[in-house]
């Protein structure tokens, strides 16, 4: 995935999951530093609607594949500190 | 959560998500420092069966709530950056 693109798209995911990755809601995870491959995994299981979530199923429905790539290219590339 | 009890719980869990809650394998994710709150509603929701996972499903069948809330715990307590 490709960080810069990645960064650009997550405008949308900051208010809930943090300019720095890192969750402003307890109920919602931290992806800082989080795996690659799994965050792609979870974003595409949101899209397919294999991983049913109210809330992300809206924010998935338009991205394509390499939205998502970049987008977990772009959150596993921060420090999982917040830092 | 009670940290102790939820490390001593985690034997089960380090295999795929590491002595340090980081994972050793791409597609599963890093534990260490997640939110508390979100780890407890991941391990119910799979629990029931509201997440669908294979793998995940037959590790927290046995898991208490208060199994939960400890491992939470005790995720949510670890340093997200491994050390």
Redesign the interface.
């Known amino acids: 995935g490709d960080i810069a693109a990645g960064k650009t798209k997550s405008a949308t995911c900051m208010a809930c999951h943090g300019a720095n990755g890192i969750?402003q809601i307890?109920?919602?995870?931290?992806l800082?530093?989080?795996?690659?491959?799994?965050l792609a995994?979870q974003l595409k299981a949101f899209r397919s609607g294999?991983?049913?979530n109210m809330v992300m199923a809206p924010m998935v429905a338009g991205l394509s594949d390499a939205d998502i790539e970049n987008l977990a290219a772009y959150y596993a590339s921060l420090?999982?500190?917040g830092k």
Not at 26 to 30: A, L
Not at 32 to 38: D, M, N, S
């Open positions: 969750s307890p109920m919602y995870p931290n800082a530093g989080q795996k690659e491959q799994y995994l294999e991983r049913k420090d999982p500190s």
